[in-house]
């Protein structure tokens, strides 16, 4: 049977949506999915047959949903995946002045202190790590994140299951609906208010999508660092691996958990420069949650990146029974007698070399760790390995039984393509790839409390 040849292809699409990822170095578009008023027969699509403005069309394949797919299947959507290496698929920009944010992703997948007075009036404490650009503080400005949005033009013949044909048409189809993989998946921009200190608190919440009350489930606590301070609740889980990487499928599928990503709005708020009244609103929060939903207060975690670190390091002195164990990226504490109660905790350090404050501060907190009794693995990995080359280095620390790790990323080998070799940029470039480490992630579920 002969098919017909109808009207031009825009005047079938039904609808668009844009799909967007979340990779080391922030939300990408990574795709949009078109929906076609008849089902399309996957064999006859191509590439050449779509173009997408400031984009590179990389595959073009029908589908059942609006969803990416490993192959193609005749549905009444047509997906057309784009390279995440677009400059214009960037939807997410940092707030480091210092280091650039139009680097090109790597290999790696789509998982300070203010010396203004704290909301009691008391400044910061002196233990609190100064600003500077290998530390938050310096060099910030807001971080922004754009909307996701495609413009998309069949260039090329569309056929439906049926033979019928869709020509060509210049008329461009614009996204009206968004689709962000992972970042959907929470709930976001909820609000704790403390009633001890009365400070508010932004958060948002992944909640186990198969929820059994009955059972007991382990919570991370993600903290962002300095550049990603702000009012929008998504950028904590638009800026990186830090948040989503916990709630993402496959994590989710070995080990289901909660994963609590606040938002903060200054970094008094975050209480990275050891603000008591900042510190209790985040335990207070910890403590709601874990009345609310059925949390094993003895799997709970805590992991942050620059002052998310110094934050869950104060928590961790703080709150020294809180925690079964923390994932410390690329932050430092300058007051090492503060950081003693560390010594008998559980804790994955990573920080790299060229890291000019994070490095050097890390090292004192472990070589003061060590003073006091605990038992430490060390070790120097190259930044620039794939997340299964990884693999076989987080093995052997972990065998080693330490409660305690210290990974730093050669010099030399952490900084993504576009960006310069500067103190700021390794900063910045150990997050977008520790979170990317499956192996400790592992070893954080593996830890729990006494």
């Not at 400059?87 to 944010?101: K, P, Q, V």
């Amino acid at each position: 049977m002969t098919g017909t040849q109808l009207a031009a292809g825009s005047g079938h699409v039904v609808e668009g949506t844009a799909i967007t990822e979340v990779f080391g170095d922030g939300q990408k578009l990574t795709a949009v999915a078109l929906r076609y008023d008849k089902e399309i027969d996957a064999s006859k699509l191509s590439p050449s047959t779509f173009k997408v403005t400031d984009r590179t069309v990389t595959n073009v394949y029908a589908n059942t949903s609006a969803a990416k797919a490993g192959h193609g299947t005749n549905g009444e959507y047509v997906v057309i995946e784009l390279s995440p290496l677009d400059e214009a698929a960037r939807l997410y920009s940092d707030g480091f002045s210092g280091g650039s944010s139009s680097s090109t992703p790597s290999q790696q997948p789509s998982a300070s202190a203010s010396t203004a007075p704290s909301p009691s009036g008391s400044a910061s404490p002196s233990g609190a790590p100064s600003g500077g650009p290998g530390g938050p503080g310096g060099g910030m400005q807001s971080p922004t994140l754009k909307e996701a949005v495609a413009e998309v033009t069949q260039v090329g013949t569309v056929t439906t299951s049926a033979g019928d044909t869709y020509a060509a048409d210049s008329t461009a189809v614009t996204t009206s609906k968004v689709d962000n993989l992972i970042v959907d998946d929470f709930r976001q921009g909820l609000k704790y208010t403390d009633a001890g200190t009365g400070n508010s608190l932004q958060y948002n919440l992944f909640v186990p999508k198969n929820y059994d009350k009955s059972k007991s489930y382990p919570m991370v606590l993600f903290m962002h660092d300095g550049g990603t301070t702000g009012t929008n609740p998504l950028i904590t889980l638009t800026q990186g691996l830090g948040a989503v990487v916990w709630a993402s499928e496959s994590e989710q599928a070995k080990r289901e958990c909660f994963v609590l990503a606040p938002q903060f709005t200054s970094e008094a708020d975050e209480g990275s420069d050891g603000n008591a009244a900042a510190l209790q609103t985040i335990k207070g929060l910890i403590d709601s949650l874990t009345g609310k939903y059925s949390i094993d207060k003895k799997r709970l975690y805590t992991t942050g990146q620059s002052g998310g670190t110094i934050t869950s390091i104060a928590l961790d002195f703080t709150y020294p029974d809180l925690f079964a164990a923390s994932f410390l990226v690329a932050g430092q504490w300058d007051d090492l007698s503060q950081v003693k109660p560390l010594a008998k905790q559980k804790i994955w350090a990573v920080v790299s070399q060229g890291d000019e404050q994070a490095y050097p501060g890390m090292t004192g907190i472990m070589d003061t760790l060590a003073k006091q009794g605990a038992k430490i693995s060390r070790a120097v990995w190259d930044g620039q390995l794939t997340p299964g080359q990884f693999a076989p280095y987080a093995a052997q620390m972990r065998a080693e039984k330490t409660p305690i790790n210290f990974t730093a990323l050669k010099k030399g080998t952490v900084v993504w393509p576009g960006l310069a070799e500067s103190s700021v940029d390794n900063h910045i470039c150990t997050w977008r790839t520790a979170y990317a480490i499956e192996g400790i992630r592992d070893w954080l579920f593996e830890q729990k409390r006494k």
